[in-house]
């Protein structure tokens, strides 16, 4: 007989589990796992009818954040010739292992369903559990938090620019704290969508809104034209700020690729087929979701950049200022886009905790569901009013957890799964974006610290 819907795993699926011959060996994890993925309504797993369009919206969702217009910014220490080369290598090594991720999604006979599920079957139950889920928690989590901060920060400008004003040309309005609240309230409701195919309209609302607030910032740089003063050098930095400007840099960059950290999760809403392997409509949806990347990316860096040179900020929307209704415009844009990109992110979590309740017997239902995800956003929302800096947050998070997942961690699973030979196109291929990764992560944390550790003195908790 089949197992109730939100029935918790026998004793003896449990002790099977523990048992070191099952749960020792690779293989046993991965039939347990997907046990769990045929008996329960787990986030992830519960619906695979997904087409291949819709991998294509997820991935931009996930991909395109808010951090593209921060890209600027980063131009700005990277100059013209350095900047446009880590556009176009972090393009090409994003692209080449993400689609190395696509491929192990489907391996002997089973399907990885979660990116810890891969590292697992990697390196061992429990050095790949270790090697691959604090990274990606750090995204994740870090990600939700970013985003109520963003999301707050739309809210609270968009209403400040639309708010009647008083004869000083001033208008009352609650402090960053309140809008977060308000960002976190919407998605009380939003987060109780039972699986990642139920957030296909959110995700391609959010996707959609990506590529519009994308475009205004594209066209409001040529609108504006190249500012009077406009520098594209270092000259006006020191040593140490064009050192460390350059190790932030790339971590900003490496924030704007996260989308690695779901995409096996994506990849699992799409049904299995006796005569085609889940890769090849993935990467249907891989191809489109990176032209969009590529039109977002490359035309906000570059018009950003030439419009503002050095003085280009944090986010360039705030830098083009005018007209009111179009910057107005991208907030709103920017806060539609953030809420389904909290929801992408934050479906793998929730899918955590709940393998992990089965597992412990713990029923996945709805009254459980209401009170644990609740929980979450305001863990979220209260960590998004005490820490609300995002410039510095990109930096940080990018190369400390995005580092690693996005450009690294994908070749080092892919070497020692597949062994291709030392004369082979992709054994080379994959050691490249193992240096160049590694190099990220250390450098860019680095800046990111240092950035956070320099403006702390500027920061005010709880607005």
């Known amino acids: 007989m089949d197992a109730p819907e939100h029935a918790p795993p026998t004793k003896g699926d449990l002790e099977v589990g523990k048992q070191p011959n099952a749960y020792g060996k690779r293989g046993d994890l991965m039939e347990f796992n997907n046990k769990l993925d045929v008996e329960y309504n787990l986030p992830i797993t519960s619906s695979r009818n997904a087409k291949w369009w819709y991998s294509a919206f997820h991935n931009v969702t996930a991909i395109v954040g808010a951090g593209v217009l921060g890209l600027p910014s980063a131009m700005s220490y990277l100059g013209w010739a350095g900047g446009i080369v880590v556009l176009v290598i972090s393009w090409l090594t994003s692209l080449y292992t993400l689609w190395q991720l696509v491929q192990m999604h489907e391996m002997d006979g089973r399907r990885f369903n979660r990116y810890h599920e891969l590292g697992q079957y990697a390196f061992g139950p429990k050095l790949g559990k ?6 990606q928690l750090i995204v994740m989590i870090g990600l939700g938090i970013t985003y109520s901060v963003t999301g707050g920060s739309s809210l609270h400008n968009f209403y400040t620019m639309v ?11 609650a402090g960053l704290s309140v809008w977060i609240i308000v960002f976190s309230a919407l998605h009380l409701f939003l987060i109780q969508a039972p699986n990642f195919n139920s957030l296909s309209g959110v995700s391609l609302a959010a996707a959609f809104m990506s590529l519009s607030y994308s475009t205004i910032a594209f066209a409001g740089s040529i609108n504006v034209g190249r500012q009077p003063g406009a520098e594209y050098n270092l000259d006006g930095f020191s040593k140490a700020q064009g050192v460390f400007g350059v190790f932030n840099a790339l971590g900003t960059v490496a924030f704007a690729y996260g989308g690695h950290n779901v995409i ?3 990849q699992a809403t799409l049904p299995s087929k006796p005569d085609q392997n889940t890769s090849v409509p993935m990467m249907r949806g891989v191809w489109v979701a990176y032209a969009v990347v590529s039109w977002c990316y490359f035309g906000v860096s570059i018009a950003g950049y030439w419009a503002f040179g050095n003085s280009v900020g944090s986010n360039v929307i705030f830098s083009i200022g005018h ?12 806060t539609i886009h953030v809420i389904g990109s909290y929801q992408v992110y934050t479906m793998p979590v929730l899918d955590m905790i709940e393998c992990s309740m089965v597992k412990h017997r713990i029923p996945n239902g709805l009254p459980t569901r209401l009170v644990y995800r609740s929980l979450y956003v305001c863990f979220t929302g209260f960590l998004a009013c005490t820490i609300p800096f995002f410039g510095d947050l990109m930096g940080f998070i990018g190369a400390l957890g995005t580092g690693p997942t996005t450009f690294w961690l994908p070749s080092v699973i892919y070497l020692t799964l597949h062994k291709p030979k030392a004369n ?10 193992i240096v160049l990764g590694v190099l990220v992560t250390i450098v860019g944390s680095i800046g990111g610290l240092r950035g956070i550790i320099n403006d702390a003195n500027t920061y005010k908790v709880y607005q």
Do not use: Q, R, Y
């Open 323 to 334: 007209p009111v209704w179009m910057v107005a415009m991208a907030d709103i844009f920017v």
């Open 130 to 135: 270790w090697i691959i889920l604090p990274p």
């Open 163 to 173: 708010c009647s004003k008083n004869a000083m040309g001033e208008c009352h309005s």
């Open 424 to 433: 082979s196109w992709h054994f080379w291929a994959s050691w490249t974006c």
């Open 264 to 266: 096996l999760e994506i």
